[in-house]
């Protein structure tokens, strides 16, 4: 069955370095997104993307954060200046639609843990 | 606002009983709803859905129940075993065509052997 796969697993970084994130959403999917989990909490929703634009984005995601689809299967996430906050898993996910005329469930990764020193 | 969340953070069920997780919603708008499940050290993984103008679905030893009218949703999962010890998750998307699934907080279930 196909997966959605990230890379690294775990990513360290020192405070106000850049990182990026690196996700193969599942071939045929046509929307990508972004979420985070602090340890023990829910999963909060970043950004969502769609026909190579961000279709929505939280309060969390702020001039920071950007997505990017540099090519035909990657998507990036990539936190430019990096905070202790910033500490936590990131999950990609894909599906084949999203919206008022078609739902269908998200697939995730199995994330990146990003720690922040 | 929009919110989803869950009566219950725990739950301990014996091998092979049924186990039931709840969630409340508060976003009249959402109209589709999912249920995922969360190992350690995992991404949440699909396990049903079911759109608004469905009260019931069922899977393989799953059933999901929704109920518009107090805007709350369970998920049922028959002869629990061991494996299905993991964090519950419920989410719902919008009716307005938003581009994001919200979570609730989660209900970790511990099966008891």
């Known amino acids: 069955e196909p997966e959605v796969t990230q890379t690294p697993s775990h990513q360290v970084t020192q405070m106000g370095q850049e990182v990026i994130l690196r996700c193969v959403p599942i071939?045929?999917?046509?929307?990508f997104y972004w979420y985070r989990q602090i340890l023990g909490q829910k999963v909060e929703f970043l950004v969502s993307f769609y026909n190579n634009e961000i279709s929505e984005k939280s309060e969390i995601f702020d001039d920071q954060f950007s997505v990017e689809r540099p090519d035909g299967s990657n998507f990036t996430l990539k936190i430019r200046s990096t905070k202790l906050e910033d500490s936590a898993m990131y999950f990609c996910a894909s599906t084949l639609g999203q919206g008022r005329s078609y739902n269908s469930p998200l697939h995730f990764g199995n994330g990146t843990r990003l720690t922040v020193t | 606002g929009e919110s989803v969340g869950l009566h219950l953070p725990t739950l301990s069920v014996q091998e092979g009983d049924n186990s039931i997780i709840n969630c409340a919603y508060s976003?009249?708008?959402?109209?589709?709803f999912i249920w995922y499940k969360q190992e350690s050290g995992k991404g949440p993984q699909f396990i049903i859905d079911?759109?608004?103008?469905?009260d019931k679905r069922q899977g393989q030893r799953v059933t999901v129940l929704l109920n518009k009218t107090v805007k709350h949703l369970s998920l049922q999962i028959a002869a629990t075993q061991p494996g299905d010890s993991a964090v519950y998750f419920c989410?719902?998307?919008?009716?307005?065509?938003?581009?994001?699934?919200?979570f609730g907080a989660g209900t970790r279930l511990f099966v008891k052997a």
């Open positions: 976003n009249s708008a959402s109209d589709y």
């Open positions: 071939s045929n999917h046509l929307y």
């Open positions: 079911i759109r608004s103008n469905m």
């Open positions: 989410a719902e998307n919008r009716a307005d065509g938003g581009f994001k699934t919200i």
